[in-house]
């Protein structure tokens, strides 16, 4: 997915770049103070925080599925067994494992803007967030997981993806079988209650936490530039569509007719809100050097971007509250986010183009 738009980037810098007007250049009294102000820290300083959250959170959640395994592996993997001997501290692993992801997800796409949106780093976005499985090869993960009994899932999809189709038995694959997992033992198997194949949750959180311990070292030996900054913003700004249309076929606004597995434990909303606020951070580091090119153009594009993100904000809060959107809603305030975000974007690639900075695409 995110191939396609990064091509549609290149266009977009393309155009933009072609632009510039030496007219609206400031004067240099007006832009002597804010040349010194350029610090690029706060980036990698929030990247660093929130990749040390992500590493500690699935380590937890390798640890947890450890402990699953466990009782899984003493029921000699008879899962109805298990339930029937052991279903309260069966309950409160996966209960505890959702809590665990849950508070891993903000973690990751709070800085997946940087993640994604830097050449250098995005790779491990595929791995963790966004690659899809052998089935479409161009955008497919780069790894197996392989199991403690041996078997091989080929290139199964992003590890959020995978553990959450798992904790929350939306994927039959990754289910225990034999067993229907009605955990509260009320006679109904109601959203959210699951008994993970314990064979693949184990394999599949270790990974994950390895990989999330990679980022973090990549983090920790990345120095942000110019360039991976104006990129990043460039290259991770419009993709608000690819977001409201996740959400749109997704049960908080299709509901029960929904038949997407992935993104029911947590609002696509919130997802949209974490990226830009990490791309209102890197904004404000680069808008001194943005400021050379324009000092009037480069407010406004800060102002237009902190009120997207006001805007995504405001839609989260509103849906947690209870508001239900509609399918129409969603394609309603999609376009609308999307006109914004490519607005935004086009400013910042030409501004780029003015002060000779070379966008990675």
Known sequence: MRAHLVA???ALVAIAGCGGDDDDAAPAATQEPAAAATDLSPIKDYLLDHSSRLAADTEKLSSQADEYYALAKAADF?????????RDEVTTLVEDMQKTYIDANPAYEEMEGVVAGVPSLADFDVIIDAGADKSDPENAVPF????????VYEQ???FFGLIETSLWGTEPKYAAKGVEPDLDDNGKVEFGEAVPDADFLVAAAKDFATNAKELDEAANAWEPNEQDAFTALVVMTPTMSEYFESWKASRFVSGAKSD???FVAASRLGDIAGI??????????VEPSVTKASPEQAKQTGSDLKELHEFAVDLREREAAGKKFTAQDADTLGSDAQDRAEAIAGQISQAAGELGIKLET
């Open 78 to 86: 008879d899962y109805q067994a298990l339930l029937n001997d052991k």
């Open 156 to 158: 199964p999809g992003n």
């Open 144 to 151: 197996n997981v392989k199991t403690p009994a041996g078997k």
């Open 8 to 10: 549609a980037c290149i």
């Open 276 to 285: 830009l606020n990490g791309l209102v951070l890197v904004y404000d580091s």
């Open 260 to 262: 997407q597995s992935t």
